[in-house]
């Protein structure tokens, strides 16, 4: 059986896959643990975590940034309060995202209109989804991978 941790350093593995063969250059960090024993036993000590706190991995191609929130957790609403939490702010060329696997393989893309100073306010706009490797524009967003 697959952990939690596991499937989502698989899922981000397939972000990175997927957006470099589209010519992103990609950092994926990934959480790291370490085993440490105490007198109570062994725990897991975690030594790396998201970047800020929320982003899974940072794609950079041709003056364009995607700071990416990765999840397999089906709360939209959880990441969105991860991502403001984080208090960052972003240029025009730098886009904050959302990627959601649903079952069947479907990854929901989300983004954050009206960037610049601050996120906008409200849920982010779904932006399209990602179906056997293709990626399908809902309609009236402009953007493409």
């Given at each position: 059986?697959?952990?939690?941790?596991?499937?989502?350093?698989?899922?981000?593995?397939?972000?990175?896959?997927?957006?470099?063969?589209?010519?992103?250059?990609?950092?994926?960090?990934?959480?790291?643990?370490?085993?440490?024993?105490?007198?109570?036993?062994?725990?897991?000590?975690?030594?790396?975590?998201?970047?800020?706190?929320?982003?899974?991995?940072?794609?950079?191609?041709?003056?364009?940034?995607?700071?990416?929130?990765?999840?397999?957790?089906?709360?939209?609403?959880?990441k969105v309060?991860?991502?403001?939490?984080?208090?960052?702010?972003?240029?025009?060329?730098?886009?904050?995202?959302?990627?959601?696997?649903?079952?069947?393989?479907?990854?929901?893309?989300?983004?954050?209109?009206?960037?610049?100073?601050?996120?906008?306010?409200?849920?982010?706009?779904?932006?399209?989804?990602?179906?056997?490797?293709?990626?399908?524009?809902?309609?009236?967003v402009n953007?493409?991978?």
């Amino acid at each position: 059986m697959t952990s939690t941790r596991q499937t989502g350093n698989n899922f981000q593995d397939w972000i990175a896959k997927w957006l470099g063969d589209r010519g992103w250059v990609i950092h994926n960090q990934k959480g790291v643990a370490t085993k440490v024993r105490t007198p109570r036993g062994e725990i897991w000590v975690s030594k790396r975590q998201d970047i800020f706190g929320c982003i899974d991995l940072i794609a950079k191609r041709a003056g364009i940034t995607l700071w990416i929130q990765a999840t397999t957790h089906k709360s939209l609403k959880e990441k969105v309060k991860k991502i403001r939490a984080a208090k960052l702010t972003f240029s025009e060329s730098e886009f904050p995202m959302i990627f959601l696997k649903r079952e069947g393989g479907i990854v929901d893309v989300y983004g954050f209109d009206g960037v610049g100073a601050i996120l906008s306010p409200g849920e982010p706009s779904h932006y399209g989804k990602i179906i056997r490797r293709n990626f399908f524009v809902t309609q009236g967003v402009n953007w493409e991978f």
